[in-house]
């Protein structure tokens, strides 16, 4: 099974929503940049490992911001210009946009709680 390119979904980043969007062009170009797989971060995201770097957190939400549609100088000075007071909440980004890449049916059910089904 591959990653949906269509599991997009919204984050406030930077004091605006942001669309993000994970596919595999986006994984793989994180897993060509270090040496932790996505599964292992995910694993230190979800609190099963060490806990995650910092710099993996923040460029898998610049990628997300990429895949989301941003470009690619224009999300990485997005994030880098968020200050440390910001990476918990990125963690939490990252750990979301990676849940939804690997799940995107929680957006269809998250929906249907928010309308009633």
Do not use: C
Request: charged share 25%; hydrophobic share 45%; aromatic share 6%.
């Amino acid at each position: 099974m591959s990653v949906l390119s269509t599991a997009a979904y919204e984050e406030e980043i930077g004091g605006q929503s942001r669309r993000l969007v994970l596919r595999n062009r986006e994984i793989e170009r994180f897993e060509a940049q270090y040496d932790v797989g996505i599964f292992a971060l995910w694993d230190q995201l979800s609190g099963r490992g060490p806990a995650p770097q910092v710099r993996h957190v923040r460029d898998l939400v610049a990628l997300a911001l990429i895949g989301g549609g941003m470009a690619d100088r224009a999300a990485d000075q997005l994030v880098a210009d968020l200050g440390p007071d910001h990476n918990i909440a990125l963690r939490q980004i990252a750990f979301r946009a990676l849940g939804v890449a690997f799940i995107p049916s929680v957006l269809e059910s998250d929906k249907k709680k928010r309308d009633g089904s």
